[in-house]
C-alpha cells in the first residue's frame, strides 16, 4: 500500500537440502518406472538410489563444517534441523543405505504383485525375469518420510511425514517373492493397524489445536501456562497423540502389529523397519513429548513408566514363546523401545543446591538423555540390519528357514555365519564388549540421574530374561546336531557380505572404543531441540 514490499518467506533450502535430495531421487525413481525400457530399470535405480543416499548424508555433514549446527527452524518453523535432528537423519540415512543393499537381492521380491499366488501369472513372470523394480522409489519415500517425520517442528508437518513414510511401507510388506499369503497377510495388517494409528493422531492433533490454537510445538508448549479451563482438550488429545506415537514405536499393550508385519514382509524391508523406522518414530516421540508437551511431565510421566514397563515385561516374555527367528527379533524389538521409553521419561527439573542456587540444570540432565537415546538407536540400529541379513541367508527349499528348529546345528554347518549371528544375539542382550552394553549403559545411567531407578531395575531384569532366549539360540546352534535335510546357506551377494561384514565391525568397535561417537551424540544434543 505504502509502496514498501514484503519480503517472501525463506524456505532455508540449503538447511533441507539432505531431505530434499532423497525426496528429489524418489521422483526421479518414479520417472524412471515411467520412461526406462524395463530391462534398464534396476541399473539405473540402484546407483540413483545409493548416491542419493550417500550424497544427504554427505550434505549433513557439509553442513555441519561449513555453516555449524542451525538454531532456528526452518520451512516457515515448520521443521526443525537442529542437532539431535542432524544426528538421527545421519542415522537414517546410514541405516537405510545398508538396508538398500540388502533389497539388492534378486529373490527378496515377487516379479508380479498383480498376480495370484500360485497362479500361471506368477510363474510367467517368474520365468520371464520380471522385477518389482518400484521398490527403490517405494524405499526413498519411504526414507523421506522417516526424515520429515522426526524433524517435524509442528503437528501438522509430523502428520504428513508419518504418512509419507507408512504409505509406502504398506506397500512393501505384501511384496515378499515367497509365502505370499503371508506376506500379503502383513501388509493388510500394517495397513489397517497403521490406519487406525493415524486416525488416533489426526484426532488427537485436532484436540490439541483446539485447546493451544496452534499446531506449532512451541506455541503448544507456551500454551499450556496460559490457556485455562480446557483441561479436557488437553489430556484427551495427549492420549490420542500418544496412542499414534507408541504404535509407531511398538510399545506395548499397541505393539500386536509387529510380530506378524516383520515375519511376512521381505526380509530387506523388515530391516528397514525395524531399524530406520524406530529411529524416526522415537524422534518424533521426543519432539512432541519434550518440546511440545515438556511442560507437562508431570502428568504424562507417570502414564510413560507403565508403558516402558509393560513394553519392556511383554517383549521380553513374550519373546520366550516364539519359534519363528523373526517374531523372536520381533519381540525383541519390542523389549528394546521399552529400554528407550526409559530414556524418554529421564527428564528432569533444575537442581536447587542449600544456597539457593541451580547446581545442576534440566538441560545438562536432558541432554544427557537425549545423547543416550540417540547413541542407543544408533547401535541397535546396526546390529538389527545386521541380524536381518544374516537370516536372509539360511534357506530351505521354501526361501528363508523361519522355524528355529531349522537352525539347529548351523554352527557345524557354517561355524562364520552362526558366529556373527551369536556376537548380534549377544549385542541385543547388551554382553559386555559389544556395543548393546554400551548403548543400554548410557540409557540406564541417565535414568538413574533422573531419578527412574525402578525403571532401570526393571530394565535389567527384562534384559536378564532377554538373555535366556538369545542364548538359547545360540545353544542351538552350536550344541545341536544339524539335521540331514536342514537347511542351506546361500552364497551371498557382495552387498549382503558387506552389510554383515560393517555390522559386526560396527558391534566390535563401539563395544570396545564408544567414546567418539558417544562423544558426538553428546555434541549433537547439547543445544537440545531448537523451539
Known amino acids: 500500500m505504502n509502496g514498501t514490499t514484503i519480503p517472501a518467506p525463506s524456505i532455508e533450502y540449503g538447511t533441507l537440502a539432505p531431505m530434499l535430495l532423497v525426496f528429489g531421487a524418489a521422483i526421479i525413481g518414479v520417472l524412471i518406472e515411467a520412461f526406462a525400457p524395463r530391462y534398464l530399470r534396476k541399473s539405473i535405480h540402484v546407483p540413483v538410489t545409493l548416491l542419493s543416499l550417500v550424497g544427504a548424508f554427505a550434505l549433513i555433514i557439509f553442513q555441519v563444517m561449513a555453516s555449524g549446527v542451525p538454531t532456528k527452524a526452518a520451512a516457515m518453523g515448520a521443521i526443525a534441523v537442529d542437532g539431535p535432528s542432524l544426528f538421527i537423519w545421519g542415522v537414517i540415512l546410514v541405516l537405510s543405505f545398508v538396508s538398500v543393499l540388502l533389497v539388492m537381492g534378486d529373490d527378496h521380491f515377487v516379479a508380479s504383485a498383480a498376480a495370484v499366488p500360485g497362479s500361471a501369472e506368477e510363474e510367467d513372470a517368474e520365468t520371464s525375469g520380471a522385477a518389482h523394480t518400484e521398490v527403490y522409489p517405494l524405499v526413498l519415500f519411504a526414507v523421506g518420510g522417516m526424515l520429515l517425520f522426526?524433524?517435524?517442528?509442528?503437528?501438522?508437518?509430523?502428520?504428513?511425514?508419518?504418512?509419507?513414510?507408512?504409505?509406502?511401507?504398506?506397500?512393501?510388506?505384501?511384496?515378499?517373492?515367497?509365502?505370499?499369503?503371508?506376506?500379503?497377510?502383513?501388509?493388510?495388517?500394517?495397513?489397517?493397524?497403521?490406519?487406525?494409528?493415524?486416525?488416533?493422531?489426526?484426532?488427537?492433533?485436532?484436540?490439541?489445536?483446539?485447546?493451544?490454537?496452534?499446531?506449532?510445538?512451541?506455541?503448544?508448549?507456551?500454551?499450556?501456562?496460559?490457556?485455562?479451563?480446557?483441561?479436557?482438550?488437553?489430556?484427551?488429545?495427549?492420549?490420542?497423540?500418544?496412542?499414534?506415537?507408541?504404535?509407531?514405536?511398538?510399545?506395548?499393550?499397541?505393539?500386536?502389529?509387529?510380530?506378524?508385519?516383520?515375519?511376512?514382509?521381505?526380509?530387506?524391508?523388515?530391516?528397514?523397519?525395524?531399524?530406520?523406522?524406530?529411529?524416526?518414530?522415537?524422534?518424533?516421540?521426543?519432539?512432541?513429548?519434550?518440546?511440545?508437551?515438556?511442560?507437562?511431565?508431570?502428568?504424562?510421566?507417570?502414564?510413560?513408566?507403565?508403558?516402558?514397563?509393560?513394553?519392556?515385561?511383554?517383549?521380553?516374555?513374550?519373546?520366550?514363546?516364539?519359534?519363528?527367528?523373526?517374531?523372536?527379533?520381533?519381540?525383541?524389538s519390542i523389549a528394546h523401545a521399552g529400554f528407550l521409553l526409559i530414556g524418554v521419561i529421564a527428564t528432569n527439573v533444575d537442581k536447587v543446591g542449600p544456597n539457593g542456587q541451580v547446581v545442576e540444570t534440566a538441560a545438562a540432565q536432558n541432554a544427557n538423555s537425549l545423547s543416550a537415546i540417540m547413541f542407543y538407536l544408533l547401535v541397535y540400529g546396526v546390529t538389527t540390519v545386521g541380524a536381518f541379513a544374516v537370516v536372509t541367508m539360511v534357506r530351505d527349499a521354501g526361501g528363508e528357514a523361519g522355524h528355529l528348529s531349522r537352525w539347529a546345528g548351523l554352527g557345524k554347518r557354517s561355524p562364520v555365519l552362526a558366529g556373527v549371528f551369536a556376537f548380534f544375539l549377544l549385542a541385543f542382550a547388551g554382553i559386555p564388549l559389544t556395543s548393546g552394553f554400551f548403548g543400554k549403559y548410557a540409557i540406564f545411567i541417565a535414568a538413574v540421574e533422573a531419578g527412574a531407578t525402578p525403571l532401570v531395575i526393571v530394565g535389567v531384569v527384562t534384559s536378564a530374561i532377554a538373555a535366556f532366549f538369545y542364548v538359547r539360540v545360540i545353544v542351538l546352534m552350536f550344541f545341536s546336531e544339524p539335521a540331514a535335510d536342514g537347511p542351506t546357506i546361500a552364497i551371498p551377494s557382495g552387498a549382503t557380505a558387506a552389510v554383515i561384514t560393517l555390522a559386526a565391525a560396527v558391534t566390535v568397535v563401539l563395544g570396545v572404543f564408544p567414546q567418539p561417537v558417544l562423544d558426538l551424540a553428546e555434541q549433537a544434543a547439547s543445544t537440545l531441540f531448537v523451539r
Open 150 to 332: 522426526s524433524a517435524a517442528n509442528d503437528l501438522l508437518i509430523m502428520f504428513v511425514g508419518l504418512e509419507v513414510m507408512s504409505l509406502p511401507l504398506y506397500l512393501l510388506c505384501g511384496l515378499a517373492r515367497r509365502r505370499r499369503l503371508l506376506s500379503q497377510e502383513a501388509s493388510m495388517k500394517y495397513f489397517l493397524l497403521g490406519a487406525f494409528s493415524s486416525a488416533f493422531f489426526l484426532y488427537g492433533m485436532a484436540l490439541i489445536y483446539g485447546y493451544a490454537g496452534s499446531v506449532d510445538l512451541a506455541k503448544i508448549n507456551t500454551a499450556l501456562g496460559s490457556v485455562g479451563g480446557m483441561d479436557t482438550l488437553l489430556f484427551a488429545g495427549l492420549a490420542l497423540l500418544g496412542v499414534g506415537l507408541m504404535f509407531k514405536i511398538g510399545a506395548a499393550p499397541f505393539q500386536a502389529w509387529k510380530p506378524d508385519v516383520y515375519q511376512g514382509a521381505p526380509t530387506p524391508i523388515t530391516a528397514l523397519m525395524a531399524s530406520g523406522t524406530l529411529v524416526a518414530a522415537f524422534g518424533a516421540v521426543l519432539r512432541v513429548f519434550w518440546v511440545a508437551l515438556g511442560n507437562l511431565d508431570w502428568d504424562w510421566r507417570p502414564v510413560m513408566w507403565g508403558v516402558a514397563i509393560l513394553t519392556m515385561v511383554v517383549g521380553a516374555i513374550l519373546a520366550i514363546t516364539q519359534t519363528d527367528i523373526k517374531r523372536m527379533l520381533a519381540y525383541s
